[in-house]
Every structure is written in C-alpha cells, then in structure tokens.
C-alpha cells in the first residue's frame, strides 16, 4: 500500500554507513585512534573563523523577522547579487542575480533541476565512477540514468563510449569535477570533447541536451590545477554548486543553481526550475545561512590539510605497490583492490583496522574509495596497516 | 522539452504574490502608512529571544566539525529525543525517537509524506477552504487532490459530502487545524467524525487510508481553545510539524514528521520516509537549527499580539456587516466577499488601500483572506477603511 521503492530507498542502509557504523562499534572495542575509518566524505577541518563571524554579526544587525522570515522562492535578492558578482569576478562571466536560484545543498540543485527538464522516457547519461544517489535522483523524477565507463588510466572521458551511449532520449548529462569518488578533475581537453560531442547532437537530433555540472568540490583542487567552468563551453548549462565542502558546512544545506542565461529558453527553464523547487516542497533556502554564505563568499575552510593527507596516502601507497590515479581535488583517492571483488578486499583491509569503501556502488568493480577527509595523524597512523594489507598479497615492490 | 507543468507552476505568480507587489509599489506612492496590507502569511512578531540566545550558546558550545557537520537523515538523535520527550508530556502520548523525522519545514514535511505513500492512481482528500499548496504537493507525487466542501457555517467537516468523496483510491486524507485560511480548529467532534469514517472504510476496503496532520499553526490558538492531538484517535497517522509561526523562523525551514507508532507496518512506512526524503534531495534538515529548535522546544513567539489583533478585527468587521467564521486559530480570517465575485471585491477593497485575498484558490468562492499577522496598529489604521468599504455595498446596520 505504500511505495515499495521508497520503502527500499529507506531501508537500503548503505554501504558506507555500515562500514561507519561498525568503525563506531571496532572504536569502543580498541579505541578510536586504532581505527583507521576512511568512509565518510564529512569534511574534517571547521569552517572558517569568519562563519561563526557572520552569524554574530547578522544576529546583530538584522532584525528577527526580516532574518528569519521567509526570502522569496529564488533566494534572496542581494544574496544572489552577491554570487553572480563573486562568480563574474573568479570565472569572467555575465551572471546576473535573475539566473541564481538558491537551493537547499547540492542534492537539492540536482533534484531540482532534474526535475525542471524531465519529461516520461528520458535518459541521463554520467560517467563513471560516480556518486551513487544519481541513479536515485534521476529515477526518482521518472527518468533513467546511463553510465559511460571512463578511462581506466586517468578517468577521463571516453569520447567513443560517450557517443556511443548518447541517444534521442538524452534529456542531460551530469558532470561532477572535481570528483566524488576518484578526486579527478576533468581536463579541458575532456570538457570540450563532451561539449563538442553534445553539440553535434543536439544539432543532429533538434532538441536541446543539457549538461548539469555538479561541482560541490569546486574549490577543492591543488597544486593550482585549474577547473573549467562550464558556462564558458556550452550554452545549455546548469551549474549546481554547493557550499558544504569549501566552507564546511555540509549539515546547514546551503547551495544554489545557476541556470546560463545563454541557456536555450533560459527563462523559461529557470522558471521551471522554480516550479520544480516548489513542486518538490522547497519553500526557500535556509535564510540565515543565505545571508552567512554572501557574507563569506570567496572563503574557504583551510583545505591545505586536505593537499597534505592527499600526498602522504598517495606517496605511501604507490611505494607500497598500491594503483591509483593522483588525484587532483576533493578528497578521495580511488585505488584500485590488490583482488578482484573490492568487498572481499575491503574485509581483509579491515583485518588491518582500514574502513574502505568497495567501488561497486560508485560503478567501478575492483576499486575501494579512501576519504582522506581526516586528521592528518590518522593516515600517519595508518600507512603502516596499508603496508601490511599490501604484504598479505605480496605485491611489495 | 522541459516539463510544462514545472515550467507553469513557476511561472503562475501566485495572487498573493502579485497583491503584495502591487502593495510595496502603492506604499512607495503614497508611504507605507496609508497601506493596509493583509496579504502575506509571514510571522509579524520577533521569535522570542531564546532562539538569538541558543544560537549564540551553541556556537560557543559546539565544535564547527559537530555542529555544522551532517547529521543522521533522520536528524540528529538528541534532537528527536527532546521533541519527543516534549511531545510526550504536553500531549500524554508514547512517541519515541525512531518515530521522528526532521524535515526542512512544513512543505518539505507533507512532500515527503506523499511521496512516502503514493501509488499510480492515488487520491487524496482535503476539505475546503485549503492551502492551495496541497494541490501541487499531491499533483506532483503523481496523485490527485480531491476536495470536499466543509460546512458554510462553521468550516467544519460535512460528514454526508466527505463519506461519498472516499473511494478505493482514496490514499490519504489531509486536514490542516488550525486553518489556513480560515483560521477554524476543527473540533473534537470533526475529528472523532473523520477518524469514525476513515475505520469503517479502511474495513470495508481492506486497505489502509492514511491522516496527514499539517500542523504549524498548533501552537497559535486563543481562548484556551484545545487542540485535538491526532495521534490518540487515529493510528494511521502523520504529524507534520513546522516550527516556521511558533517560533518566527518562517525562513529558516525546519520541522519534522511523526510516523504514528501504532500505524499499520510503522516500520516500513518510517522507511519509505526516509527513502522519500532521500529520493527528493533532503539530505538532513539544516543542523544548527535542529539543535536550536530543540533548545527552545515549547516556547512560542509574542502570539498575544494575534489575539488582539483578531478581536480588533472580527469585532469591527461584525459591526460593519460582515459574515465571517470567529477563528480560534491561526491569523487569518476568513470573510464573506460583500458580492459574489471575491476577486471584484478584492479590486474596490484596494480603492480604500485594503489588501486582501481572494479566497478562490483556497477553494471558497466568494470569500476573502485577511492575514491579521500584522502591527496593531496597522489594524487601527485599516478599521476606518473596512467601514467605507461596507457603506459602499450599504450593508452597514
């Protein structure tokens, strides 16, 4: 009598929080500094000085019921004029306040927007490896999602896999670079093939796909690797961006959209995605937390921390015989298992007190994600147990 | 190729929308003064002063990881545990913990409560005058808002026109006491009535029909009017609660949900909860302000400043000639247009600067909304405007 799909949705515990949940159990066991949990993508360094600044300030200066009270659908005005300025100042573009839309945390851009441009029958193509709750969004607005596999040797786009699998029912494609699980940051090489690729045809099926450009990671890169940013490649584009990672913020949901105004029908499609928003029971972003974002907008958490874990795990591993594609922002390595099945992997690595992520539910057999989201201590801790892990399959060099 | 019907539900400007546009545009003509705005629902009084004060404390309390990190989707246990505690002694019910589902405010409490329960071909019941809201939320789940008539003179349930509404589709009925827009609280005796259906028809379909309470106005009533609280006379229940009126946080988007333990299966349907919150983006309710409301839980805004601006207005609004139910609750009125067409009537309120709502959507024609969430003052000023507005339809007596 009641939806089974939901109903497995909610029960389905996932992957990541079993392996959490028993590293909480193996904690009180042995201690928590024993324990080497490497699942969860929470950030590990607090947001800036200057969060705490602004709600404090705000607090102070803003009356109660115009800080609390309801902003219109979209988001507050000056809010929004403050993200379009910040971003046309970082990435030389021309947003203006009227294509922002501002959302809930980036799930809620990607649902949203998803179901702005759904209609019956459609397909969504990503590439793997990818964040698991797609295929949940995109099914979940009526629509199927189609994986492309990558390139194994850097996880870059297959440009032959992509054609192939693009069809007159691509509605979109979603991109998320920096990337969760692999850290990859797609190439402008990458970009523009698949901007190349979608162009051609939209023009040979007449009608518009749309690239929806899930950057959550966005400001998560190092050693001055530069993103591409979308709205420079191709037209039909959605931004969704989140505040979560760059200022530590995941719990607040606090993100936005940008709709390009060079978008195919754009106001309409902006209206849509309005529509979409109040269909899916978004009255409006968390108003504090829209006044705070503006505020400390062009800030970030200190990520440095972030650069030091990636180096030490990538350099660890490698000398330890361990296969990896370096990653260049977020913060997840995603190796290749030392055995076939990555869960038969990840059982023997726990053996070793290492909580990893098998690669299954990201779409890529034979791998495990590492969050190097922790404190720098924990992977000095445990480099040793990964060297063991790599002596049980004497792949030692 | 986007959804039309997104596309319409963001482009359709709400009336509401439009009056209180052409309201700020007329209060710029002629000073803010000399408008008597009754259009919009937004909390005119400041949340109390425990809500800066639990901000200011948590933040000093908590570290920036805990507190602005995610929590459970559920929300954070704590939290859940307070409000049921506090549930518990205020309504002498049995409510745990793993009942509770925080939630982003009350719309995002009713859509993933649809969302939870809908199959193909559902239908849900409302009475009228309704949120029109409910309309989109059902529509949008893939099911069907079926509305009954209540009662002219009282806006309580007609138990002969709701028994014929019900089918073998009926999934759900929805009631929302205290009222928007009528301000009615549905009695004891409407609700035993209701809940006498609901069983019988359960019986003779052998299925379930669910009762999804949409609260956020429970706390504000007046004349120690009480309240019938679901849970004991219905199992099959939903409790959607928002904290947007009780506390003035309107913007802030933080509520919850209570899956009835006694419900048939409460389980599975918790699940199919949580799955729908999954499925439609709501990754967890924002943190800080779970731990906020939790700090403040049964405390209320100033709402002796909505009793005396009701008895202000129903007071001088009789002796005019107006007809309108008394409201025990919420701050709206609901009153009889002095013609047919409300929305005629709406157009010669604004020669006198009046405000006011046709009550159309809410499905009621020929009625009007005054939303009383305003200054006093503002009512004082407006009192003088109402009475040339009843001499111009001489019903004055």
Redesign the interface.
């Known amino acids: 009598?009641?939806?089974e799909?939901?109903?497995?949705?909610?029960?389905k515990r996932s992957v990541i929080r079993e392996i959490f949940e028993y590293g909480n159990k193996r904690k009180q066991e042995i201690g928590s500094e024993n324990v080497f949990d490497f699942s969860l993508g929470?950030?590990?360094?607090?947001?800036p000085e200057s969060?705490?600044r602004a709600?404090?300030d705000i607090?102070k200066q803003e009356?109660?019921?115009v800080?609390?009270?309801?902003?219109s659908a979209q988001g507050d005005y000056k809010v929004r004029e403050t993200i379009a300025n910040y971003v046309n100042s970082t990435q030389n573009t021309k947003v203006v306040p009227e294509d922002i839309y501002m959302t809930?945390?980036a799930?809620?851009s990607?649902?949203?927007s998803i179901?702005?441009?759904?209609?019956p029958g459609d397909e969504f193509i990503t590439f793997t490896p990818f964040f698991p709750?797609y295929g949940?969004?995109v099914?979940?607005a009526g629509a199927k999602l189609v994986t492309v596999a990558s390139r194994e040797e850097d996880f870059q786009v297959d440009f032959h896999r992509f054609q192939e699998a693009i069809t007159p029912k691509t509605?979109a494609v979603i991109i998320n670079s920096p990337n969760n699980p692999s850290g990859v940051v797609f190439s402008e090489e990458t970009i523009q093939g698949i901007c190349k690729i979608l162009k051609e045809k939209q023009k040979e099926y007449g009608?518009?796909i749309y690239l929806i450009s899930d950057e959550p990671y966005r400001e998560l890169v190092y050693d001055d690797i530069k993103v591409p940013y979308l709205l420079h490649y191709y037209d039909n584009t959605f931004v969704c961006y989140s505040f979560s990672k760059s200022l530590?913020?995941?719990?607040?949901?606090i993100g936005y959209i940008i709709v390009s105004n060079k978008m195919n029908?754009a106001k309409?499609?902006?209206?849509?995605?309005?529509?979409?928003?109040?269909?899916?029971?978004?009255?409006?972003?968390?108003?504090?937390?829209q006044k705070v974002v503006a505020r400390c907008i062009g800030q970030t958490a200190d990520i440095s921390v972030y650069k030091k874990n990636r180096d030490l795990l990538v350099d660890a591993l490698t000398k330890f015989g361990f296969h990896c594609v370096k990653p260049d922002g977020a913060f997840y390595l995603f190796v290749k298992a030392l055995e076939e099945d990555a869960n038969a992997f990840c059982e023997k690595a726990k053996k070793y007190e290492l909580l990893l992520v098998p690669g299954d539910d990201f779409g890529c057999k034979g791998y495990v994600r590492i969050s190097y989201c922790v404190s720098t201590e924990q992977i000095q801790r445990a480099i040793p147990a990964f060297e063991k892990l790599a002596e049980e399959y004497c792949v030692k060099q």
Chains 1, 2 share one sequence.
């Open positions: 009598m009641i939806s799909y939901m109903m497995g949705l909610g029960k929470n950030p590990s360094v607090p947001a969060v705490e709600i404090r607090l009356e109660s019921i800080l609390h009270g309801y902003t809930v945390g799930a809620a990607l649902t949203i179901k702005a441009i759904t209609l709750e949940v969004f099914e979940s509605k009608h518009d530590s913020l995941p719990g607040e949901r029908q309409d499609v902006y209206a849509a995605v309005c529509g979409a928003g109040r269909a899916l029971g978004y009255v409006c972003a968390p108003s504090l937390f």
